[in-house]
T-cell receptor, first 115, second 115 residues
Framework: NAGVTQTPKFRILKIGQSMTLQCAQD?????MYWYRQDPGMGLKLIYY???????DKGEVPNGYNVSRSTTEDFPLRLELAAPSQTSVYFC??????????????FGEGSRLTVL | SQKIEQNSEALNIQEGKTATLTCNYT??????LQWYRQDPGRGPVFLLL?????KEKRKERLKVTFDTTLKQSLFHITASQPADSATYLC??????????????FGSGTQLTVLP
C-alpha cells in the first residue's frame, strides 16, 4: 500500500495564479482532510470530507476549494494565490472517527510558495 | 479562548534519560488526545491515543498520561535515543466537534536527544 500520496511535493506560484494539490489514498478510508502547517504553528484544518460527495469547511477554508468525487481522491484547489497561502499542506485520511477517536494517516506534504 | 500549549519549543536531553513533553489545553472538552511524531520534511506519524476516561497508556518506551482535571497530557520517552529526535505534536479530539471529530493540533515540541 502506498498510503496517502500527495503531488506535487514543491511548487512556486505567482500571486493570482491558481493550482490544484492532488491527494490520493489507497486504504479505502471514508474520511479525508487537508491541513496547512506554518512555521512554529500547529496544523490548521482547511477542509475535510466524510465520504464521496460530502465536504465541509474546517478552521481556515478561505481561499481554498475541495471536491470529493471518489473515495480515493481529495484535491485541494487554490484560486487566486496570495502570499498568505505560502505554507506546507498535508493531506490525511482515516476510517470514520467517532468519540473513541482514530488515527490519521498523513501524506508527506506539499510545500507551496507564493511570490 | 481555546488554546493548546506544548511546553517549550525545544527540549534537549542526554541519551538514556527520560524525555517528558507537556501538552496543556484551555477551554476544550476533549473526548481523546493523540500524540504524533514529525520528522523534518515529513508528514506526522501517529504514536498513541488516550481517551478521556483513561489515565495512562503505554507502547514500548512511550507512555502517555491524561489528566482532565489539570487539563494536561504528559508524553514520556524512556531510555531515549538519538533516533527519537523529532518534533512531537499533541492533538485534541473535542466532544463537541463535527462528525469528522476534527483534531486540533498544538504547535509541537522539538526534541533533541544528545549522544
Amino acid at each position: 500500500n502506498a498510503g496517502v500520496t500527495q503531488t506535487p511535493k514543491f511548487r512556486i506560484l505567482k500571486i493570482g495564479q491558481s493550482m490544484t494539490l492532488q491527494c490520493a489514498q489507497d486504504m479505502n478510508h471514508n474520511y479525508m482532510y487537508w491541513y496547512r502547517q506554518d512555521p512554529g504553528m500547529g496544523l490548521k484544518l482547511i477542509y475535510y470530507s466524510v465520504g464521496a460527495g460530502i465536504t465541509d469547511k474546517g478552521e481556515v477554508p478561505n481561499g481554498y476549494n475541495v471536491s470529493r468525487s471518489t473515495t480515493e481522491d481529495f484535491p485541494l484547489r487554490l484560486e487566486l494565490a496570495a502570499p498568505s497561502q505560502t505554507s506546507v499542506y498535508f493531506c490525511a485520511s482515516s476510517p470514520p472517527v467517532g468519540l473513541a477517536g482514530g488515527e490519521l494517516f498523513f501524506g508527506e506534504g506539499s510545500r507551496l510558495t507564493v511570490l | 479562548s481555546q488554546k493548546i500549549e506544548q511546553n517549550s519549543e525545544a527540549l534537549n536531553i542526554q541519551e538514556g534519560k527520560t524525555a517528558t513533553l507537556t501538552c496543556n489545553y484551555t477551554n476544550y472538552s476533549p473526548a481523546y488526545l493523540q500524540w504524533y511524531r514529525q520528522d523534518p520534511g515529513r508528514g506526522p506519524v501517529f504514536l498513541l491515543l488516550i481517551r478521556e476516561n483513561e489515565k495512562e497508556k503505554r507502547k514500548e518506551r512511550l507512555k502517555v498520561t491524561f489528566d482532565t482535571t489539570l487539563k494536561q497530557s504528559l508524553f514520556h520517552i524512556t531510555a531515549s535515543q538519538p533516533a527519537d529526535s523529532a518534533t512531537y505534536l499533541c492533538a485534541l479530539g473535542e466532544k463537541s466537534s463535527g462528525s469528522a471529530r476534527q483534531l486540533t493540533f498544538g504547535s509541537g515540541t522539538q526534541l533533541t536527544v544528545l549522544p
